[in-house]
């Protein structure tokens, strides 16, 4: 029976979705600062449904964010709070799951590629890692250009611990820099990710293109959003404004994530939209067919 390690959902947006008080460009991390409990509250969900890696609530919290909304001095406490409140929902389901460390866009996502140095990068990156280095696995996520996302590898391959790498696809099938898939899963190889993903892409996207990311990496899988559309964010604005799309049920979610399975892919989950019950769905659907695992599974 073939292993599939199964993440959680989006996290970040049911978080905020379950805190409509909170309105902030942090996100979920804005919640998590008020209303721990209903951070606490979501990973538990997404562990009962079955999920067995689980992300740290720290998309929004890189240095380059924190600064910028006057909180840089709290990264340290961001980060800490953001394991204890995980951990505290591991031990109150006393289930055996992955704590996933999270590398995201460093200024916001859906952009093209930043005007600053590998090495600048990389330093932000290697701030993120250190902050994060209790975690089980590390998780590059949502990445938009290969400059980010080779620097986010360089940084978490220093920690020796699995990881992953996960790039976004826009409507044409390349990043949003312009850059061709092949071109960033070419750049990436040289670091030896653990797996490379697609996240945060249209469900149909990501579809579309599982086959032929199979074909360029050993180890691949992919996670989808289920906005109507993210230009919103991509020019600047708030979550607030987005809306989900109302067709991406858990069964049809699963049932897209059937394809992915039967095309290659090792690693599945939800971005954006993708609740607990898509989630306890998938998992279902998949029990019969495949031995659900942590990420670190698939390299130990």
């Known amino acids: 029976m073939r292993s599939i390690a199964l993440l959680d959902g989006g996290l970040g947006q049911e978080i905020y979705r379950r805190a409509r008080s909170v309105s902030s460009p942090l996100w979920s991390v804005a919640v998590m600062q008020e209303q721990p409990e209903v951070v606490k509250g979501v990973h538990e969900d997404f562990i009962r449904a079955g999920a067995k890696t689980l992300t740290l609530n720290t998309y929004a919290a890189t240095p380059t ?31 055996s799951v992955d704590i996933a460390g999270c590398l995201p866009p460093l200024a916001a996502s859906y952009q ?37 996302a080779t620097a986010a590898c360089a940084a978490a391959k220093q920690l020796g611990k699995p990881f992953g790498v996960s790039f976004r696809l826009e409507v044409d099938g390349a990043l949003k820099s312009g850059e061709s898939l092949a071109e960033a899963v070419a750049a990436v190889a040289d670091y030896s990710p653990d797996a490379v993903m697609l996240n945060c892409c249209d469900l149909e ?18 996670y989808a959003n289920a906005f109507e559309s993210v230009e919103a964010v991509a020019e600047g604005g708030l979550v607030d404004s987005l809306q989900a799309r109302p067709d991406v049920s858990p069964g049809a979610y699963s049932a897209q994530v059937q394809q992915w399975l039967q095309a290659g892919a090792c690693v599945v989950g939800g971005c954006c939209e993708i609740t607990p019950d898509h989630i306890r769905d998938l998992a279902g659907a998949m029990a019969d067919q495949y031995r659900l695992v942590r990420f670190s599974d698939l390299t130990s």
């Open 205 to 222: 996207i990501l579809t579309a293109a599982m086959p032929q990311l199979v074909v360029m990496y050993p180890r691949v899988g992919g």
């Open 112 to 148: 093209g590629e930043p005007a600053r140095s590998f090495d600048d990068l990389k330093s932000e990156y290697d701030t993120l890692v250190r902050l994060q280095a209790g975690a089980d696995v590390l998780l590059i996520e949502t990445m938009t250009n290969i400059a980010e």
């Open 65 to 95: 964010r924190l600064r910028k909304q006057g909180l840089h001095e709290q990264i340290g406490a961001i980060h800490q709070r953001a394991f204890q409140v995980l951990e505290q929902a591991i031990d109150a389901t006393g289930l």
